[in-house]
């Protein structure tokens, strides 16, 4: 059950810029990092972002992530067609049991 | 490089049990902590549980707790998931998941392809 809330969707022209919105509580995006992640079609995830705006090598600056209090977005500016794909936003959550939530997910299309 | 191959996954009846492994390497496999997520069919990411490098933090997600258990043999670059009491809703992609550093209580890097669990009779 997810507890942080996005978008199911999202889209965009190429070269457009695209951001998808990452809902949570002061538990877990209020008080911890947001992460991001891109799982193409039929492949596994990739991450994108980590630490709320960090970027693992390799990964293109046209993607970037925010945070602000507690919600984040992440933002893709020149939409490329291989962004086509699905979204999701997590981040660890300081509930009774501790565990890593993860957010429903924004499919993003090319258009 | 980092690679990640899951193994354990098939069909098995309600209420069996199933032992999954992830062989890792390309990484100290002992300094960073790993993870199982995973997705249903159709479905987005749930986090499964995490263990530290040195298994001295251990986490689930509460849809598994007192039925599956996270495991790792540093010896042998191996993580587990020991699966009992299998419901339908179990039935899922499991994926295991590198963790950014030795600490359960952060992201994840890497992925597998992730092993197919199917829970029916």
């Known amino acids: 059950q997810s507890v942080l809330t996005q978008p199911p969707s999202a889209s965009g022209t190429p070269g457009q810029r695209v951001t998808i919105s990452c809902s949570g509580s002061s538990s877990n995006i209020g008080s911890n990092y947001v992460y991001w992640y891109q799982q193409l079609p039929g492949t596994a995830p990739k991450l994108l972002i980590y630490r709320n705006n960090q970027r693992p090598s390799g990964v293109p600056d046209r993607f970037s992530g925010s945070k602000s209090g507690t919600s984040a977005s992440l933002a893709i500016s020149g939409l490329r067609s291989e962004d086509e794909a699905d979204y999701y936003c997590?981040?660890?959550?300081?509930?009774?049991?501790?565990?890593?939530?993860f957010g429903t997910g924004t499919k993003v299309t090319v258009l | 490089e980092v690679q990640l191959v899951e193994s354990g996954g098939g069909l098995v009846q309600p209420g069996r049990s199933l032992r999954l492994s992830c062989a890792a390497s390309g990484f100290t496999f002992d300094d960073y902590a790993m993870h199982w997520v995973r997705q249903a069919p159709g479905k987005g990411l749930e986090w499964v549980s995490g263990i530290s490098w040195n298994s001295g933090s251990i986490g689930y997600a509460d849809s598994v707790k007192g039925r599956f258990t996270i495991s790792r043999d540093n010896a042998k670059n191996s993580l587990y998931l020991q699966m009992n009491s299998l419901r339908a809703e179990d039935t899922a992609l499991y994926y295991c998941?590198?963790?950014?550093?030795?600490?359960?209580?952060?992201?994840?890097?890497?992925w597998g392809q992730g092993t197919l669990v199917t829970v029916s009779s």
């Open positions: 998941a590198k963790g950014l550093y030795g600490a359960v209580a952060v992201g994840f890097d890497y």
């Open positions: 997590a981040a660890w959550d300081d509930s009774l049991s501790g565990l890593y939530v």
